[in-house]
Each structure stands twice: as C-alpha cells, then as structure tokens.
C-alpha cells in the first residue's frame, strides 16, 4: 500500500462520522463563533458609520443581510436542543409507505 491511500477502516469511520452529523454540527457551530466574533469586533464601526440619522437604501439591506445570518446561526444552534416531540406526547406527522413489505418514509 502506497502512503497516498486510506486504510478502509479509516474510511469506514469517516463515513460513519459523516453520516452521523455531528461534523455538520460542528461546522455549524464554528460558523456561529465566527459571526459573533466579527459582529463583536465590527460593533463599533457599524454604530459610527451606518446608525446615523441620514440613511440610504444600502441600511435595510445591511440590517438584513447581518442580523438574519445571526438569527440563522442561533436557530440553527437550538435546533439540535429543542425537542421535536411536545410534553402532550404529538408528534409530527409522517407519511409511511410500503415498498418490498419494508416502512419507508417520505
């Protein structure tokens, strides 16, 4: 075996770390760090130069590319905290199908 290739166990557990999410978990927690820490560091530039009483057009936009990327990144957070089933016991509704005598779901 050349020093170029992955050992199949290697790959097995990269898939199996893949298909359990928690990389895109991570990944989202890392991109959530970084937007509070360039919200944090650009605080001060953004009071001074774009919460001025004269605004243009540029504001609405700005107010909503900034403030929604955070709002995504902490419902993205939470969503993996919340539970998906209420104390009353409801859950969501999922169609079940059946192909080759096996549940599937939709």
Request: aromatic share 12%.
């Amino acid at each position: 075996m050349s020093s170029s290739q992955i050992p199949p166990a290697a790959l097995q557990e990269i898939f199996s770390e893949l298909s359990s999410g928690r990389i895109a978990i991570s990944a989202g927690y890392a991109a959530a760090t970084l937007t509070l820490y360039d919200l944090l560091l650009t605080l001060s530039s953004e009071a001074t130069k774009m919460w001025q009483p004269k605004k243009t057009l540029v504001f609405p936009l700005f107010l909503t590319l900034r403030y929604a990327t955070i709002l995504y990144q902490i419902t993205f957070s939470m969503s993996f905290f919340l539970p998906f089933t209420s104390s009353k016991g409801y859950k969501p509704p999922v169609d079940v199908i059946q192909i080759s005598g096996t549940n599937s779901t939709l």
